[in-house]
């Protein structure tokens, strides 16, 4: 069967073929370091976790690249009012981050980039805009000039003539939501109140790369050109991936990416979940209410990519009990398992087979989870009554396919073994005891007090947890015993 995916680019759905076979790269817009990120945005970086996992179940090698924007007006704003460096303020961040991304089964990406790692890259885009007319320098500050770029706002079906031409958006604030007009790519000039946090040499001047810039760098950094999709929520159509697209189209002469996938909100009594507005949660607010991350990560992918999802306690309720239904059922199914000994065929691997392929044909249509569900709940139905008629019991080989058929579907899904994996887990209490204390030795290494660090790896590893530093940031585990 052929994967087919809603291109926002095109607005209809396409069937997907990547540029390299057998290979897809792919971008997904990350997490801005400057507070804990909420459920909501989990709900975005959830959806793209089940894209990953169907490429890779329909047999393709996926790159990934998650950028960490660790620079823009909310970080340096946050730094300077706590009086700490870029990387002391956003360092713990990417640390729950990091924690709280692993807790809820998301795979891991190949690359995840820090926007301050990469600001060379970005002036040299920026010149590279310059000499081909489609950039212009004011006062220090340099813009991107829409009005040379005739495919602008393609993405976002803006209308050009509307286009506001010669105005321009002086930085990243707000993150330019409404209009189209010329947006920055380096912001220069004197700013004082933002003292030495975020300041970088450029032919220009001192100043900072525009939010905007980051992406489009990033990308190209690690992703061939084109790459094959990118991904991010709906709120960022405009002006965030309509600005990439003229950044790195503008610098390159080349399309940026060919498919674009866009995720709806995640809604808190019909309103959107955001810090703004004060209506959210975190994956600790959740847990310390005694919900568990499979029951949570069974809710944020219970619905369509495509369609806002209505986050609320009974919904998360709901989503434990069919948590609770899967692990039941999968116990259930291994008790079965009995010698042949002459004992009549089931239907099992026939619903097996059944259930896998109406499983695939969901997410060949625009990665569909809830009809996936579906066929998943329909084949848990279906089992058990067969189980059921055949006095609970059913041939070993018959067994094996059913389970064989289960763990496939969730190797998609991620809840089933997300749950099996907390059944063996710490307590909540020293769960976060531990987080305290590694989010306290991230901050330690950050300010260069090596040996508070040491010290602190040295009290987890005394309780049997090891640390692991990785370039992503540092992540514990439960050392292995024997």
């Known amino acids: 069967m052929a994967l087919r995916l809603y291109n926002t680019l095109t607005r209809r759905m396409e069937e997907f073929r990547p540029v390299t076979n057998g290979q897809v790269s792919m971008y997904t817009c990350g997490p801005t370091v400057y507070d804990h990120a909420h459920v909501g945005n989990f709900r975005t970086f959830l959806c793209e976790d089940v894209l990953r996992r169907y490429l890779k179940w329909k047999g393709f090698a996926v790159v990934q690249v998650r950028n960490l924007t660790d620079v823009d007006d909310r970080t340096i704003h946050a730094a300077v009012e706590r009086g700490i460096n870029l990387r002391q303020l956003t360092q713990p961040f990417i640390e729950a981050f990091f924690a709280d991304h692993d807790r809820l089964g998301i795979e891991r990406a ?3 980039p820090r926007a301050t790692d990469y600001v060379a890259e970005m002036v040299k885009m920026t010149e590279r805009l310059m000499e081909r007319g489609l950039a212009y320098e004011v006062d220090g500050s ?9 495919d602008y706002g393609q993405l976002a079906q803006l209308d050009p003539a509307a286009q506001q031409e010669g105005e321009r958006a002086a930085g990243d604030e707000a993150y330019d939501r409404e209009d189209a007009r010329d947006f920055v790519l380096w912001k220069g000039g004197e700013r004082p109140e933002e003292g030495d946090v975020a300041v970088w040499d450029s032919p220009w001047g001192p100043g900072r790369p525009g939010w905007h810039l980051e992406c489009s760098v990033l990308a190209l950094s ?19 991936h309509t600005n990439e697209i003229a950044q790195a189209e503008g610098a390159t002469r080349k399309p ?5 996938l866009h995720a709806k909100h995640a809604l808190i009594d019909g309103r959107k979940m955001s810090k703004s507005e004060g209506n959210f949660y975190t994956l600790a607010d959740l847990m310390e209410r005694g919900y568990k991350p499979s029951a949570i990560r069974r809710l944020l992918i219970s619905g369509h990519y495509r369609t806002e999802l209505n986050f609320t306690e009974a919904g998360l309720e709901d989503a434990a009990r069919s948590v609770e239904r899967l692990i039941e059922f999968r116990r259930r199914l291994a008790m079965s398992r009995v010698d042949a000994d002459g004992r009549p065929a089931t239907r099992l691997p026939e619903l097996a087979a059944a259930a896998l392929q109406g499983f695939e044909a969901a997410l060949d249509e625009d990665i569909n989870v809830a009809e996936a569900w579906g066929s998943l709940f329909s084949f848990v139905r279906e089992v058990n009554s067969e189980l059921d008629k ?9 067994v094996e396919a059913a389970l064989d058929a289960l763990d496939s579907m969730d190797r998609v899904l991620g809840v089933l073994a997300l749950a099996e994996t907390e059944a063996e887990s710490v307590s909540d209490d020293k769960r976060r005891w531990i987080e305290d204390l590694v989010a306290e030795r991230a901050e330690a290494r950050a300010t260069g007090d090596y040996g508070r660090a040491d010290e602190i790896r040295q009290q987890l590893a005394g309780e049997g947890i090891e640390v692991e530093d990785t370039p992503a940031g540092s992540r514990w585990r439960l050392a292995r015993q024997g």
């Open 390 to 398: 055949a006095e609970q019991q059913a041939r070993a080989d018959e």
């Open 142 to 150: 340099v813009y991107f000039d829409i009005s040379e770029f005739p």
């Open 222 to 240: 690690h992703l061939p050109q084109p790459f094959d999709i990118h991904t991010g929520g709906i709120d960022l159509i405009f002006p965030h």
């Open 110 to 112: 190949e690359f995840y």
């Open 256 to 260: 940026f990416a060919r498919f674009w």
